[in-house]
């Protein structure tokens, strides 16, 4: 083998080190870039969180009440409807999945806390239409 091959096979083969060197280091900064990215969507998702949280408190603080359990989301509530809207809920309670005809209708002018009274009444006097895990609870 001559010099020039020598030193031809040389240069080549630190130039294919060199490529190997500039690809690891731009997939090494690709992936620090995403890795980053990443990172910080995830903090400013649990920022987020927090505000939400610290908002609600601070509206729990300002109202005066307290809170043991979670906020069930807001129902639908009709006031040109029998059963008030709430149907669904009723039938969950029911062991017949069938409202029965002596249940408490809605009276157009009552409130919702006037209504849930007069539900919960129902329920005292008429265990026997309640499943199993709700009797307890109107008992």
Do not use: C, W
Not at 17 to 33: D, E, N, P, S, W
Not at 75 to 80: F, L
Not at 119 to 138: G, T
């Amino acid at each position: 083998m001559s010099n020039k091959n020598i030193l031809q096979s040389g240069i080549l083969n630190s130039s294919g080190k060199m490529k190997k060197i500039i690809a690891t280091t731009f997939l090494l900064a690709v992936y620090g870039v995403l890795f980053s990215q990443q990172k910080t969507q995830t903090i400013e998702s649990a920022n987020a969180q927090i505000r939400l949280d610290t908002l609600a408190q601070r509206h729990h603080k300002l109202s005066g009440q307290t809170r043991s359990r979670p906020i069930a989301p807001a129902r639908r509530i009709d006031i040109n409807d029998e059963y008030m809207g709430r149907k669904d809920e009723i039938l969950i309670l029911l062991k017949e999945k069938k409202i029965p005809h002596d249940f408490p209708k809605y009276k157009k002018g009552s409130s919702e806390k006037d209504y849930d009274h007069e539900m919960e009444n129902y329920y005292r006097h008429h265990p026997e239409v309640l499943n199993e895990k709700y009797r307890k609870k109107f008992m």
